[in-house]
């Protein structure tokens, strides 16, 4: 039986003002965390970026497992059309993290120029933003959590609309 050939990898292209990721002249369909790990892979070649340094530039304050991390490293993998056995983008080091061994293509360093009639006018730039105060729910919010640093139980659901602020409050 002969060996398969394989191919050589396409260069991997970040364009971080459009959140953009290609591999060669395809534009890769990826969600922004998925976005954010590639970028984060890519900016630092070769280099051992470890589970939690990921974690940590990613996710920030947000608690996850590693099962999440995973999950974006198999999705970028087939974006990529690589394989975590014969990688040729992202390598894995056991029980340790990541390394993107991939080409790089490298960017343009061309600053966007806004289209023809997107430029906000100087009033709109200099209008007063609408802020809704959340004291209200805030002073609420501490007091049930006041309550359950005492032992008492406490259950409390943050509902509304999408877009109103309810992850921000919390």
């Known amino acids: 039986m002969k060996p398969r050939p394989t191919r050589e990898?396409?260069?991997v292209r970040i364009e971080p003002e459009n959140e953009w990721a290609w591999c060669g002249e395809r534009r890769l369909d990826l969600t922004p965390r998925a976005f954010a790990v590639l970028r984060h892979l890519v900016e630092h070649p070769q280099r051992l970026i470890t589970k939690n340094d990921l974690l940590v530039s990613v996710w920030r304050d947000t608690i996850v497992s590693d099962a999440a991390l995973a999950s974006c490293i198999r999705d970028l993998r087939r974006a990529l059309g690589d394989s975590s056995r014969a990688p040729r983008y992202i390598a894995t080091v056991h029980r340790r993290g990541f390394r993107f061994i991939g080409p790089i293509a490298a960017?343009?360093?061309?600053?966007?120029?806004?289209a023809a009639g997107t430029v906000p006018s100087a009033s709109?730039?200099?209008?007063?933003?609408?802020?809704v105060s959340r004291e209200p729910e805030l002073t609420r919010l501490h007091a049930r959590f006041a309550?359950?640093?005492?032992?008492?139980?406490?259950?409390?659901?943050?509902?509304?609309?999408?877009?109103?602020?309810?992850?921000?409050?919390?």
């Open 9 to 11: 990898p396409l260069a």
């Open 107 to 114: 960017t343009t360093g061309r600053p966007l120029t806004p």
């Open 147 to 170: 309550a359950a640093l005492t032992g008492q139980r406490q259950l409390v659901f943050v509902t509304g609309e999408p877009g109103i602020g309810k992850t921000a409050l919390v």
């Open 124 to 131: 709109a730039a200099t209008a007063p933003s609408a802020l």
